[in-house]
């Protein structure tokens, strides 16, 4: 059965950082692509940044230079350090296991203060 656990979220001041983390179990972890994502209330879910199983990243314009995905294969964990935040980034940060079928996380809720 696999299982994505979030955690690492809370609240913290516009300019502060957070580092959040997934932990992942009942999968080849080091196989899949893991993507955090993003859902604001009243707003889509967006893709925040993503790390392939051979380390390639990709990040969302408006996090570019500001978060970092990482993982760590003995671990069965992905990172997504946060930095200089911002009240916009306030949102449900939810990680997701991609490979034949997508498995996702239930969230970790990340509030910015102004």
């Known amino acids: 059965q696999a299982q994505l656990v979030e955690s690492g979220g809370g609240l913290v001041q516009s300019g502060g950082s957070l580092r959040l983390s997934c932990v992942a179990s009942?999968?080849?972890?080091?196989?899949?692509?893991m993507t955090w994502y993003r859902q604001a209330p009243g707003n889509q879910r967006e893709l925040v940044a993503r790390?392939?199983?051979?380390?390639?990243?990709n990040y969302a314009d408006s996090v570019q230079g500001r978060f970092t995905i990482s993982r760590d294969n003995a671990r069965n964990t992905v990172y997504l350090q946060m930095n200089s935040l911002k009240p916009e980034d306030t949102a449900v940060y939810v990680c997701?296991?991609?490979?034949?079928?997508?498995?996702w996380g239930q969230g970790t809720q990340v509030t910015v203060s102004s």
């Open positions: 997701c296991a991609s490979l034949a079928r997508n498995y």
């Open positions: 009942g999968i080849s972890f080091s196989l899949y692509t």
């Open positions: 790390i392939t199983d051979g380390d390639i990243t």
